[in-house]
């Protein structure tokens, strides 16, 4: 039945407006903004689908089981475009369909010009429930009820401007064979789901012929609207109320209980026989209704179909107007939030072209970090700023530094002596020597480790452990532990050396056997393994910590940088071992080998120490010449060797031993440096920093691709239901446009 359009209602309606509002529904803006919209609900038999079929005007099916079985959003809208009436008929999937049920919902459609009749609705109708897995005959196999929408839209030149979502009507009692339980609490999540948007107008339907305030639609509006501000109520069948009764209907229509903001309204619905009979105009019977008394005393905009249809329309423009700035806000708010979630997650690692692709991508910002770190081009990048264990290069030049100096001040068990040792353990003084002049010390040029051998012992620290850095787990099995090492012995190097020369000799006459020298080096040296097998751990664990960092940072994804490092793990400690090998093969040419060196500077510094003896000697002896200087009488000089055999041999054995380990020494403390820690750790051509590389990426097989890259299933779910959620976001930015 058409009908005409009151000019008034053309003014209260915003088509443009109301249109964006629909389109957002229908991209499934929905799901995740609530939308300005007008939901009528209310309890099973309470006539509600009859206020929805008189608000619309169309055909309800009176044969579609017991209730509505899904949410149906019903719109008409006045369109030049069309010449006649058009109904479109859709379905929108919920946020609980499967991805084949969300297809083929989103695909299915039906159309049709001009007006249909109840059993072309029923058709519709039945087809809708098909699809959407919805069982309407007793027993069925399929569920009662869906989370799925219907929308059904009604365009033509002589339509109101109006959008109303009819939901299923909540209930209490279980029908055999039709419902269940869980079907009581699924209808119930889903008409509270409505009823708490904030943005929604509730069109409450309440039988007038039953208390209403024990429904528990009236309850549910007053918990989620407990100012009433969202609430318009409806109360149906009045021609069924007891006598003696109406008096209490008509103080809710007059606002005098049960207020809300929007108030109550009176319907008449036709009733079951009037429906059968057939041919009765609904309105004409509302009218005529209206005219017995009680009821004449309703106001005229407070009863009726027509009255409420236009006191919605002002409701609805009036919600969407205050709200859409909100939407629109929120929309572009969330859509921000949701590329940026998807952004975190990463290129998608489905097939195992992705996964390469991302590893590689992974690979090439690992590879720039390293880069940077290992050149110390810190200002290249940010990271460096905010994670020091990525100046690699810093950290371990430091380290080596540190090493040398340790090396030098704490690695000999004895300390060199001093001109005032070596004459004080002289078996007779030199005549003349003063025990002020026998304290002297040789040249500076002797040694710049007698600088700090001059430390009085009880001056020095206790000890110094030969690592600076703390274990990690995984890499327990190849560090050396840390030991406490004491400050050399700073006496007692003569009578040590005279004892093993006494021990040691053969039928030498005024040498030594060659074989002394290089057991008091294996002696002198025998703190050398703990400090360079401590200096290669801390090498080696500030480069493990260097990978890992540079990792973290390179791969956003934790489940497969974990994975890589997991893959890694057995090549890194491959390489770590290496590094030790060759500090243990440096320490072995030293200690074990015959001692050797081409270094002039051996020779150097054993010339020196041996004229630093004569010169020691022949210091008390001096005689100052205002003409010629200093001179020393040639008898003096005679006397300067006047030593026994075994204390000048045992002298020379502690100038050797002594011109030897710096050179030994000095040699050491680089080759560690640079043949172990920097070949095998820092710079060489197969370092553990080049391990992750394309190389290894391009020799994964499709299965490790999987293993390591491959998404969780959870994650790819999170992945599409962000991919669809920004879709649809974006469709409704396009539309606030």
Avoid at 69 to 79: E, G, H, K, L
Avoid at 111 to 129: A, I, L
Avoid at 350 to 362: A, C, D, K, N, P
Avoid at 539 to 544: D, F, G, P, S
């Amino acid at each position: 039945m058409e009908r005409s359009q009151n000019p008034d209602q053309l003014a209260l309606s915003d088509p443009a407006l109301l249109d964006k509002i629909d389109k957002l529904f229908a991209c499934n803006v929905g799901e995740y903004i609530s939308l300005p919209q007008l939901v009528v609900v209310g309890d099973q038999s309470s006539g509600k689908s009859s206020v929805l079929e008189g608000l619309t005007r169309l055909p309800f099916p009176r044969d579609s089981g017991l209730c509505t079985r899904f949410a149906t959003q019903i719109i008409f809208r006045r369109t030049k475009e069309h010449s006649a009436r058009t109904i479109t008929a859709s379905a929108l999937p919920g946020p609980d369909a499967s991805t084949e049920k969300a297809a083929a919902l989103k695909e299915w459609t039906w159309r049709k010009d001009g007006t249909f009749d109840s059993d072309e609705f029923s058709d519709v109708m039945n087809e809708v429930h098909a699809l959407m897995g919805v069982s309407i005959v007793p027993n069925g196999a399929k569920s009662t009820f869906s989370n799925d929408v219907f929308r059904l839209e009604i365009c033509g030149p002589d339509e109101d401007h109006l959008s109303v979502i009819d939901v299923p009507g909540i209930f209490k009692n279980t029908v055999p064979g039709v419902t269940s339980k869980a079907d009581i609490q699924l209808v119930h999540n889903m008409v509270v789901g409505y009823m708490k948007n904030a943005r929604s107008i509730m069109l409450m339907v309440v039988p007038a012929n039953v208390d209403i305030a024990t429904q528990e639609i009236v309850e549910l509006a007053r918990e989620y609207d407990p100012n009433g501000q969202r609430t318009l109520g409806v109360l149906t069948k009045p021609d069924l109320v007891d006598t003696g009764a109406e008096q209490r209907v008509l103080d809710l229509i007059h606002g005098e209980d049960l207020i809300f903001k929007h108030g109550w309204f009176l319907v008449r619905n036709l009733g079951q026989r009037e429906l059968q009979e057939g041919g009765v105009d609904r309105n004409a019977a509302e009218d005529a209704f209206r005219q017995t008394e009680p009821w004449n005393s309703v106001p005229q905009d407070r009863f009726g179909v027509q009255s409420l249809r236009l006191r919605l329309q002002e409701a609805v423009i009036h919600n969407a107007r205050q709200s859409f700035s909100q939407v629109r806000s929120e929309i572009m708010k969330r859509l921000k939030s949701r590329q940026k979630s998807l952004k975190n997650l990463g290129d998608e690692r489905v097939t195992s072209e992705q996964q390469r692709s991302f590893l590689l991508g992974v690979v090439s910002r690992f590879q720039e970090i390293t880069s940077h770190g290992l050149n110390s081009n810190y200002a290249m990048d940010d990271v460096f700023d905010n994670h020091p264990d990525l100046r690699i290069a810093t950290l371990v030049m430091n380290c080596y530094v540190a090493f040398a100096e340790s090396l030098s001040s704490w690695a000999h068990e004895y300390r060199f002596s001093s001109q005032k040792e070596t004459n004080d353990s002289e078996d007779e003084q030199t005549p003349g020597e003063t025990d002020s002049e026998s304290q002297d010390e040789e040249p500076n040029n002797n040694s710049d480790m007698r600088d700090r051998e001059s430390i009085n012992e009880s001056d020095a620290p206790p000890g110094i452990d030969t690592r600076t850095t703390d274990d990690i787990e995984e890499l327990t099995e190849i560090l050396h532990e840390s030991t406490l090492e004491r400050y050399p012995k700073s006496s007692g190097i003569y009578q040590w050396l005279t004892e093993v020369f006494h021990l040691s000799r053969g039928f030498e006459m005024g040498t030594f056997n060659p074989s002394i020298l290089a057991e008091v080096f294996r002696k002198q040296s025998a703190k050398w393994p703990n400090f360079a097998q401590g200096h290669i751990s801390d090498v080696v664990i500030l480069v493990h910590r260097f990978i890992l960092k540079a990792l973290e940072l390179s791969c956003v994804n934790q489940r497969v940088c974990d994975r890589l490092k997991a893959r890694l793990i057995n090549d890194l400690l491959s390489q770590y071992r290496d590094a030790m090998k060759q500090v243990c093969f440096l320490l072995h040419i030293e200690r074990n080998g015959t001692p050797l060196t081409l270094n002039h500077y051996f020779n150097d510094t054993l010339q020196q120490r041996r004229a630093a003896r004569i010169q020691a000697h022949l210091a008390p002896k001096v005689i100052s010449d205002h003409k010629r200087g200093e001179i020393v009488r040639l008898s003096d000089v005679s006397t300067a060797h006047n030593k026994s055999n075994t204390r000048q041999t045992v002298e020379d054995i502690h100038d050797i031993l002594q011109s030897y380990y710096k050179a030994s020494l000095k040699r050491f403390a680089d080759n560690v440096c640079m043949q172990a820690a920097d070949f095998y750790l820092v710079h060489g051509p197969e370092t553990p920093t080049k391990l992750f590389s394309s190389l290894f990426v391009h020799k994964l097989s499709m299965e490790d691709l999987e293993e390591i890259a491959g998404e969780e299933p959870q994650a790819r779910r999170l992945r599409a239901q962000l991919v669809k959620e920004i879709r649809d976001l974006e469709a409704g930015k396009r539309i606030l446009l």
